[in-house]
T-cell receptor
Framework: AQSVTQLDSQVPVFEEAPVELRCNYS??????LFWYVQYPNQGLQLLLK??????LVKGINGFEAEFNKSQTSFHLRKPSVHISDTAEYFC???????????FGTGTRLKVLA | SQTIHQWPATLVQPVGSPLSLECTVE??????LYWYRQAAGRGLQLLFY??????ISSEVPQNLSASRPQDRQFILSSKKLLLSDSGFYLC????????????FGSGTRLTVV
Protein backbone atom coordinates (compact mmCIF):
# COMPACT_ATOMS: atom_id res chain seq x y z
CA ALA A 1 0.00 0.00 0.00
CA GLN A 2 1.09 3.54 -0.63
CA SER A 3 1.91 5.91 2.20
CA VAL A 4 3.38 9.32 2.86
CA THR A 5 5.44 10.18 5.90
CA GLN A 6 6.22 13.64 7.17
CA LEU A 7 8.45 12.97 10.13
CA ASP A 8 8.50 16.50 11.49
CA SER A 9 5.21 17.66 12.94
CA GLN A 10 6.60 21.10 13.79
CA VAL A 11 9.62 23.01 12.51
CA PRO A 12 10.62 26.32 14.13
CA VAL A 13 13.10 28.45 12.20
CA PHE A 14 14.31 32.02 12.42
CA GLU A 15 13.43 34.52 9.74
CA GLU A 16 15.85 34.58 6.78
CA ALA A 17 17.23 31.15 7.71
CA PRO A 18 16.95 28.20 5.31
CA VAL A 19 14.44 25.44 5.92
CA GLU A 20 13.87 21.89 4.75
CA LEU A 21 10.61 20.02 5.31
CA ARG A 22 10.95 16.31 4.85
CA CYS A 23 8.65 13.97 2.99
CA ASN A 24 9.13 10.28 2.29
CA TYR A 25 6.75 8.06 0.42
CA SER A 26 6.23 4.39 -0.13
CA UNK A 27 4.97 3.03 -3.43
CA UNK A 28 5.79 0.19 -5.75
CA UNK A 29 4.47 2.04 -8.80
CA UNK A 30 5.05 5.41 -10.39
CA UNK A 31 3.70 8.36 -8.47
CA UNK A 32 3.15 12.05 -8.86
CA LEU A 33 4.30 14.17 -5.92
CA PHE A 34 2.91 17.41 -4.54
CA TRP A 35 3.44 19.96 -1.81
CA TYR A 36 0.56 22.06 -0.51
CA VAL A 37 0.47 24.95 1.95
CA GLN A 38 -2.40 25.73 4.30
CA TYR A 39 -2.73 29.05 6.09
CA PRO A 40 -4.98 29.15 9.20
CA ASN A 41 -8.66 28.51 8.48
CA GLN A 42 -8.09 28.31 4.75
CA GLY A 43 -8.05 25.61 2.12
CA LEU A 44 -4.86 24.11 0.75
CA GLN A 45 -2.91 25.79 -2.02
CA LEU A 46 -0.64 23.95 -4.42
CA LEU A 47 3.02 24.95 -3.98
CA LEU A 48 4.63 22.68 -6.55
CA LYS A 49 4.40 19.28 -8.15
CA UNK A 50 6.64 16.65 -9.67
CA UNK A 51 5.26 14.64 -12.57
CA UNK A 52 8.38 13.64 -14.52
CA UNK A 53 11.58 15.05 -15.93
CA UNK A 54 13.94 17.24 -13.93
CA UNK A 55 14.10 16.11 -10.32
CA LEU A 56 14.38 19.68 -9.02
CA VAL A 57 11.04 21.39 -9.07
CA LYS A 58 10.49 25.07 -8.42
CA GLY A 59 7.23 26.36 -7.04
CA ILE A 60 5.58 29.51 -5.82
CA ASN A 61 6.81 31.75 -3.00
CA GLY A 62 10.46 30.74 -3.55
CA PHE A 63 10.01 27.11 -2.58
CA GLU A 64 11.61 24.19 -4.37
CA ALA A 65 11.64 20.43 -3.91
CA GLU A 66 13.85 17.62 -5.09
CA PHE A 67 12.60 14.20 -6.08
CA ASN A 68 14.96 11.41 -5.05
CA LYS A 69 13.76 8.10 -6.39
CA SER A 70 16.38 5.96 -4.65
CA GLN A 71 15.52 7.43 -1.27
CA THR A 72 11.81 7.77 -2.10
CA SER A 73 11.88 11.34 -0.84
CA PHE A 74 10.50 14.68 -1.95
CA HIS A 75 11.85 17.25 0.50
CA LEU A 76 10.73 20.86 0.36
CA ARG A 77 13.28 23.66 0.74
CA LYS A 78 13.49 27.40 0.89
CA PRO A 79 16.82 29.24 1.18
CA SER A 80 15.46 32.15 3.24
CA VAL A 81 12.10 32.09 4.99
CA HIS A 82 9.82 34.98 5.87
CA ILE A 83 7.36 35.43 8.69
CA SER A 84 4.60 35.04 6.11
CA ASP A 85 5.73 31.47 5.41
CA THR A 86 4.32 30.41 8.77
CA ALA A 87 1.73 27.79 7.82
CA GLU A 88 1.15 24.07 7.64
CA TYR A 89 2.69 22.17 4.76
CA PHE A 90 1.38 18.91 3.35
CA CYS A 91 3.12 16.43 1.11
CA UNK A 92 0.92 14.27 -1.11
CA UNK A 93 1.28 11.50 -3.66
CA UNK A 94 -0.97 10.43 -6.45
CA UNK A 95 -0.63 7.13 -8.17
CA UNK A 96 -0.30 7.51 -11.89
CA UNK A 97 -3.70 6.88 -13.45
CA UNK A 98 -5.73 7.01 -10.24
CA UNK A 99 -8.11 9.58 -8.81
CA UNK A 100 -6.99 9.59 -5.21
CA UNK A 101 -4.25 11.45 -3.44
CA UNK A 102 -2.62 10.34 -0.22
CA PHE A 103 -1.60 13.11 2.14
CA GLY A 104 0.99 13.19 4.86
CA THR A 105 0.01 14.38 8.32
CA GLY A 106 1.50 17.81 7.74
CA THR A 107 4.41 19.87 9.07
CA ARG A 108 3.73 23.10 10.90
CA LEU A 109 6.37 25.65 9.96
CA LYS A 110 6.75 28.49 12.45
CA VAL A 111 9.02 31.33 11.41
CA LEU A 112 10.40 33.30 14.32
CA ALA A 113 11.40 36.96 14.24
CA SER B 1 -11.02 30.56 -15.03
CA GLN B 2 -11.97 27.74 -12.75
CA THR B 3 -13.24 28.50 -9.27
CA ILE B 4 -14.58 26.42 -6.43
CA HIS B 5 -17.14 27.65 -3.94
CA GLN B 6 -17.78 26.08 -0.59
CA TRP B 7 -20.27 27.19 2.03
CA PRO B 8 -20.94 27.96 4.74
CA ALA B 9 -17.56 29.04 6.09
CA THR B 10 -18.45 28.22 9.68
CA LEU B 11 -21.24 26.22 11.23
CA VAL B 12 -22.21 25.36 14.80
CA GLN B 13 -24.73 22.56 15.07
CA PRO B 14 -26.18 20.60 18.01
CA VAL B 15 -25.66 16.88 18.34
CA GLY B 16 -28.37 14.98 16.51
CA SER B 17 -29.14 17.73 14.01
CA PRO B 18 -28.84 17.27 10.22
CA LEU B 19 -26.03 18.63 8.08
CA SER B 20 -25.72 19.82 4.51
CA LEU B 21 -22.53 21.30 3.10
CA GLU B 22 -22.41 22.35 -0.50
CA CYS B 23 -19.57 22.68 -2.98
CA THR B 24 -19.79 23.94 -6.54
CA VAL B 25 -17.18 24.27 -9.24
CA GLU B 26 -17.25 26.79 -12.06
CA UNK B 27 -15.32 27.00 -15.30
CA UNK B 28 -14.84 23.31 -15.96
CA UNK B 29 -16.90 20.29 -16.86
CA UNK B 30 -16.88 16.75 -15.55
CA UNK B 31 -14.51 17.42 -12.67
CA UNK B 32 -13.51 14.80 -10.13
CA LEU B 33 -14.83 16.00 -6.79
CA TYR B 34 -13.65 15.19 -3.29
CA TRP B 35 -14.65 15.76 0.33
CA TYR B 36 -11.90 15.75 2.95
CA ARG B 37 -12.06 16.23 6.70
CA GLN B 38 -9.29 17.70 8.77
CA ALA B 39 -9.60 17.13 12.50
CA ALA B 40 -7.75 19.44 14.88
CA GLY B 41 -4.01 18.81 14.71
CA ARG B 42 -4.37 15.98 12.23
CA GLY B 43 -3.92 15.41 8.55
CA LEU B 44 -6.50 15.14 5.82
CA GLN B 45 -8.90 12.24 5.71
CA LEU B 46 -10.56 11.47 2.39
CA LEU B 47 -14.27 10.96 2.98
CA PHE B 48 -15.83 10.69 -0.49
CA TYR B 49 -14.93 11.21 -4.09
CA UNK B 50 -16.93 11.31 -7.30
CA UNK B 51 -15.87 10.94 -10.92
CA UNK B 52 -19.31 11.70 -12.36
CA UNK B 53 -22.94 12.53 -11.66
CA UNK B 54 -24.44 10.03 -9.24
CA UNK B 55 -21.12 8.21 -8.81
CA ILE B 56 -19.96 8.31 -5.20
CA SER B 57 -17.12 6.36 -3.64
CA SER B 58 -16.91 6.21 0.13
CA GLU B 59 -13.54 5.86 1.75
CA VAL B 60 -14.49 5.61 5.40
CA PRO B 61 -17.69 4.13 6.85
CA GLN B 62 -19.20 6.81 9.04
CA ASN B 63 -22.10 9.02 9.87
CA LEU B 64 -21.86 11.01 6.64
CA SER B 65 -23.06 10.64 3.06
CA ALA B 66 -22.38 12.47 -0.18
CA SER B 67 -24.34 13.17 -3.32
CA ARG B 68 -23.62 14.66 -6.73
CA PRO B 69 -26.92 15.81 -8.19
CA GLN B 70 -25.29 17.90 -10.92
CA ASP B 71 -21.99 17.77 -12.78
CA ARG B 72 -20.37 20.55 -10.76
CA GLN B 73 -22.18 20.19 -7.44
CA PHE B 74 -21.08 18.01 -4.55
CA ILE B 75 -23.02 17.81 -1.29
CA LEU B 76 -21.97 16.37 2.06
CA SER B 77 -24.79 15.37 4.39
CA SER B 78 -25.63 13.79 7.68
CA LYS B 79 -28.99 12.87 9.18
CA LYS B 80 -27.76 13.10 12.77
CA LEU B 81 -24.50 14.76 13.72
CA LEU B 82 -22.16 13.34 16.33
CA LEU B 83 -19.62 15.22 18.42
CA SER B 84 -16.89 13.39 16.50
CA ASP B 85 -18.09 14.99 13.25
CA SER B 86 -16.52 18.28 14.31
CA GLY B 87 -13.68 19.38 12.06
CA PHE B 88 -12.65 21.36 9.04
CA TYR B 89 -14.30 20.09 5.85
CA LEU B 90 -12.65 20.72 2.53
CA CYS B 91 -14.02 20.23 -0.95
CA UNK B 92 -11.59 19.79 -3.83
CA UNK B 93 -11.63 19.12 -7.54
CA UNK B 94 -9.31 17.93 -10.22
CA UNK B 95 -9.54 16.98 -13.86
CA UNK B 96 -8.41 13.59 -14.98
CA UNK B 97 -6.48 11.08 -12.94
CA UNK B 98 -3.33 11.83 -11.02
CA UNK B 99 -1.30 14.60 -12.45
CA UNK B 100 -3.34 17.78 -12.14
CA UNK B 101 -3.22 18.32 -8.42
CA UNK B 102 -6.20 19.33 -6.36
CA UNK B 103 -7.80 22.73 -6.23
CA PHE B 104 -9.31 23.16 -2.79
CA GLY B 105 -12.22 25.21 -1.57
CA SER B 106 -11.83 27.54 1.38
CA GLY B 107 -13.31 25.02 3.82
CA THR B 108 -16.12 24.83 6.35
CA ARG B 109 -15.37 24.81 10.07
CA LEU B 110 -18.01 22.58 11.67
CA THR B 111 -18.42 22.51 15.43
CA VAL B 112 -20.90 20.04 16.86
CA VAL B 113 -22.02 21.00 20.37
Amino acid sequence: AQSVTQLDSQVPVFEEAPVELRCNYSSSVSVYLFWYVQYPNQGLQLLLKYLSGSTLVKGINGFEAEFNKSQTSFHLRKPSVHISDTAEYFCAVSLSGTYKYIFGTGTRLKVLA
Amino acid sequence: SQTIHQWPATLVQPVGSPLSLECTVEGTSNPNLYWYRQAAGRGLQLLFYSVGIGQISSEVPQNLSASRPQDRQFILSSKKLLLSDSGFYLCAWTTGPGEGGYTFGSGTRLTVV
